[in-house]
């Protein structure tokens, strides 16, 4: 019987391997038959957004695949025929949903023994049409037909999601029948079961943040006043599934794990849910679809970050637990506080970062990044990171130096090139900057002369240098196909404005934008134990402090280092952490002790001198967030544009606030 | 009587103009009493998010003014407080939420005899939380204290607003006790009137998208079920009140005015409607605040873009009516239906720009402005829009030829610099750009030997032109306290992806990113005929084909046209407004005549030809609209990244469907 289930494993790996035969099938479809009342075949699929022809051929294959092994039924993740997140697009191009519901039709008319639950964009047409115009829906589709439909009654409507914007909430949960399709309304509800019979099963079937709403698990505090799982689990269903897609976060694994084992305990029900895999833009979706028995225990788990096909009956004990990313199993038992320990979230990262690489060149159709590599920590990080995501040959890394540049940068670059094996090659700005500083520098004599405001010091010198070195990664990359310059601009830097417009901070994407510099320090020893090739990033580049060479410090001599021009990086990263996780504020973080206090005597008026510091440069920093280019989200919480919005206008928020007693003064001096 | 409505209008000008004193305050005072029964101030300001002091200190100075001419009733705009709107920033720094609780405590308590309506962010502060953290609140001030708070109860999340990303839905109409701050819960309703009794009349009061969902008006199709005023009517208030903040957009004038006048008709009941002014970010808002009577009509309508404390009186007919800005005023009888007449929306559409040019440049702390100054349309109205918003001495036009710069075009720029009295230099753009190409020519062979995937023909030499001028406009930013350099990058163009990355289209902000280049034309021809210095643009620009003179046409032996490069303008911009404004898709595109055909001869497969070059281009365009910099959105429509989301990797989109026939035979062909 063991021996049975993993020749079923095997043989599923072939499919996922695209080997699969006939003969593979038939044998498969064979070992299945003891396990085939209740079973399930879970497809985990990487779709892209609007592309309905691509995802409808994998739908279809995996149809195809389950009914050929004789399987009850097959479920994908939310959405799965338009991708998720689709955004505004269906509103802009109604055609788009047309052509859904179209294929949608279409394959229904394959289906014949096994039933398959196919996500998609539903339009609402009827007249006197109250709410938005689409829902997301869930059709149920066998023996040629769409036999019912359910529809999303959760919106989630904050950080990266925005269903409300375009999607009305079902108020009905469960199932409805498949004659209501694009007619459904809160007057038309169909009275019947709202669960879904398949063979000798019944199915509750609900749609991702449906199943996100237990009172009980968050303790008396929801978003929603339905709880739809509830509402299921009236009807006594067999199983629970949940179609979903959900991006991977940090931390979130945790909060998803326990969840789904509650939920599945509680109401003595097993829980299927399947998850999407992939990057959408500045989403990375893990995939690691899963299975709880009705004891609440992890029966079934599939891969992270990769399409797989996973079969379990969640009745007779078949699945297979595939093992997370490395770490993260040890935080799913951690209290629920977030803690600043990176070890146990980097293979998550790591994989984050590069399926959100991979996916964003295919589905762009790059195939080529092109990068600068200054010898210091962001590019080189960047480096390995692309060379992983699309291949050694296809990363080009550019040394350019200036004359501030030291010789060790060249040859850490260049041995950092050598041991990833990426192409390499030095190209000097010396000639670009002279040339554009003898240009301005007449210019801005004739700018002086209008305009009486000329700064003493400046970062123009810095800024030019960063900018020429971009213009060389922009023409490489108008000068060969399918090639993207990258940005390397890191978290903690991007927070205090650090980073050049139109120099390291533009590019096609940015990898490491939510990846904090103390991370990233963590992020490159991790990889240097863990990939394929060990220490492929040269040690003196993790010892080095980091500084982007486009100065010299007049103290010392030598090229400024970025920790003395903002705070040290151990602290930075924790007020950021601290913002993000647990939404402290000024008072709030001058009055606890940072790890960084631990082992350094940091004085109060140093420590006012650095929250100071922060808030004023986060405060113009908002500007070059709303311009950066598209990248992962990794951390729990972000400052990609697409993920948090705050006015730029907003730079005279008093982040420190007032006392009771100075607003009232204040008051009475408007009066006057 | 009339005389003594004249000098009242008089007084309130003094106050808007800041010039008002004790005894202008006493004269209007005394004028007042015969219709200080009702009376109502509407006091229509320009806020800054997040900013609650600069905010509150007008709020105190509005309501201080409106006791002591000793008016019933002070109306806000919806957040007055906290500014409207305030995004995602309420979730990540709480403490602002704080802040403008403690403010309004504050500002309760100088009321005395005049009742205040004050918008703020109303933190919902109980254990087992069901929803968002937040309400969307009006604060009913008076004899020191709270009286009662409304709540929103219809959120707009679709376009430029987001409220239901961190508020919760008020599922109560209108007014509940002012001991409900912060506490109030659907279980905890109470009972009683939901108007205001204000001295001796009723209000009732609502926010914003509130009274924006008459179900007869909008014939039947609602975007929710709740319809606020009708639950209002039924307690028969004397006044409706609308705190609101909502941006000017195309045709949003007609649809405002007509659905006000119509629920003031159909209620019987006069509409006081408050709105913001001033931009915040992409969003520009045009105050017009105004009153209906309760026969449906225009009672009183404040200025457009400008600060006004604005007395009514709806029961005594005290108000007057400003006008809206030319043109606009015609267009409110018009049949609903859009039209791609640009004349009656050119006064609206400059006013809006300018308004967003200001305050962005005003709440982020800049002054200056510096751009490129081509001898193109684009760059020209921009310099026009640029003077006109932060005055002539503050904005610096360089004109950067390059060889293939024409003599026409620098002395067209040179022209228009002296016309508008901005200052004026050239800076050639040659050295640059060759020394970029002579560093670049090596680099670029390495690259080759290693990749064999270079263009034979490229945009190189074009965008490095384009950049090398960026490089001089962000270096004056650098070098020059408070400037910030311009995109001048048109709606047409972004549409079409006809814009360098790094190069015109980046900047600070990007003041004409929603005008399409026809509308730009007619634009130029109103600018020239209608500012206060006559023809200040020189004939010669609007006359010239537009076109980037980056590359020399081979066919021509002259610069490219950049119709050439993509189709007629008057074409382009009718897809664009077809797709933006009708929701058409390709082949109701290709199946009704453009403008453009009524008098040019158009063969089908120009056409088609047109349409995909369309598509294509604007699908690998998306990229270039997350990365655009801040902009004004002006028409009903836009791609601005605030207000039009769209996943970059949904380039597979397919735009123009397939039949039913074609998706049955791919279905099979997968299936193989």
């Known amino acids: 019987m063991e021996q049975d289930k993993e020749r079923i494993y095997k043989l599923c790996e072939l499919f996922d391997s695209k080997e699969a035969s006939k003969e593979s099938e038939e044998e498969l479809k064979e070992l299945l038959k003891p396990y085939k009342d209740g079973s399930i075949g879970i497809a985990q699929i990487n779709p892209k957004a609007g592309d309905i022809e691509y995802n409808a051929s994998k739908i279809v294959k995996y149809i195809s695949h389950a009914q050929n092994i004789g399987l009850d039924l097959v479920v994908f993740p939310e959405l799965t025929l338009m991708g998720y997140p689709i955004e505004d697009t269906i509103d802009r191009h109604p055609i788009i949903v047309e052509e859904n519901v179209k294929w949608l039709k279409e394959i229904a008319r394959i289906t014949t023994t096994t039933t398959a639950l196919v996500g998609f964009v539903e339009p609402r047409l009827y007249n006197n049409l109250t709410g938005k115009k689409y829902y997301n829906s869930v059709a149920v589709l066998s023996g040629g037909k769409i036999q019912s439909i359910i529809r999303k009654s959760l919106l989630p409507t904050y950080s990266e999601f925005n269903d409300y914007r375009y999607i009305e909430p079902s108020p009905v949960v469960g199932s409805q ?15 019947g079961s709202k669960i879904n019979l398949v063979n000798s099963k019944t199915y509750g079937i609900s749609i991702c943040e449906d199943c996100w709403n237990n009172k009980e698990f968050f303790n008396d505090t929801t978003l929603y006043s339905l709880d739809p799982i509830e509402e299921l689990s009236k009807e006594k269903p067999d199983v ?14 945790q909060l998803k794990h326990n969840m789904l084992s509650f939920i599945s305990k509680k109401y003595s029900t097993p829980i299927v849910y399947v998850n999407q895999v992939g990057a959408i833009d500045n989403s990375s979706f893990d995939g690691s679809s899963r299975v709880f028995d009705g004891d609440g225990k992890l029966l079934a788990r599939a891969k992270s970050f990769t399409e797989q096909f996973l079969i379990v009956n969640p009745h007779k004990g078949l699945g297979k637990i595939y093992p997370l990313t490395k770490g993260l199993e040890q935080t799913l038992t951690e209290a629920k506080i977030y803690t600043l320990e990176y070890e146990p979230d980097l293979e998550r990262t790591y994989k984050t970062i590069i399926q959100g690489i991979r996916d964003y060149f295919n589905k762009t159709g790059f195939k080529r990044a092109v990068l600068g590599l200054s010898g210091g920590l962001d590019s080189t990080v960047c480096a390995v990171l692309l060379a992983d995501a699309i291949g050694a040959e296809n990363v080009f890394g550019v040394s350019m130096p200036s004359k501030i540049t030291s010789k060790e940068s060249k040859s850490d670059a ?30 801005f004599k004739t700018v002086e002369e209008k305009w009486n405001c000329r700064y003493k010091e400046s970062f123009t010198q810095d800024n030019i240098q960063a900018r020429s070195r971009a213009m060389f990664l922009w023409g490489i990359s108008n000068e060969f196909a399918s090639c993207l310059p990258i940005a390397t601009s890191d978290k903690s830097e991007l927070y205090m404005g650090y980073a050049t417009i139109n120099g390291d901070m533009s590019g096609g994407f940015a990898p490491i934008a939510d990846v904090p510099k103390t991370k990233l320090f963590a992020l490159a020893r991790w990889l240097n134990n863990n990939r394929h090739v060990k220490n ?8 080095k402090k980091p500084g982007a060479e486009l100065a010299i410090d007049p103290k010392t001599g030598k090229p400024l280092i970025a920790e003395d021009a903002l705070m040290p990086y151990e602290f930075l990263d924790e007020i950021i952490w601290r913002i993000e996780n647990k939404k402290e504020h000024y008072y709030d973080m001058l009055s606890s002790e940072f790890l960084y206090e631990k082992n350094n005597a940091v004085s109060k008026e140093q420590k006012i001198q650095w929250l100071d510091k922060f808030y004023r440069r986060m405060s113009t920093a908002l500007y070059k967030w709303s311009i950066l280019p598209p990248s992962v989200i990794v951390d729990s919480r972000s400052i990609n544009k697409y993920d948090y919005k705050q006015p730029i206008t907003s730079s005279g928020i008093n982040y420190k606030g007032l006392s009771q007693d100075d607003i009232e003064s204040k008051i009475l001096s408007f009066m006057k």
């Open 177 to 191: 029948p498949g004659e209501t399709l694009g007619n459904f309304d809160v007057d038309k509800v169909v009275d």
């Open 414 to 443: 260049a041995e950092l090139a050598s041991n990833l094996g990426i192409h390499f090659t030095e190209a000097s700005i010396k000639d670009m900057v002279e040339t554009t500083n003898n240009s301005l520098q007449n210019l």
């Open 240 to 253: 629970f599934i949940n179609c979903s897609a959900s991006p991977t976060r940090a931390k979130k694994e």
């Open 536 to 543: 492929a990033i040269p040690e003196a580049i993790i010892l």
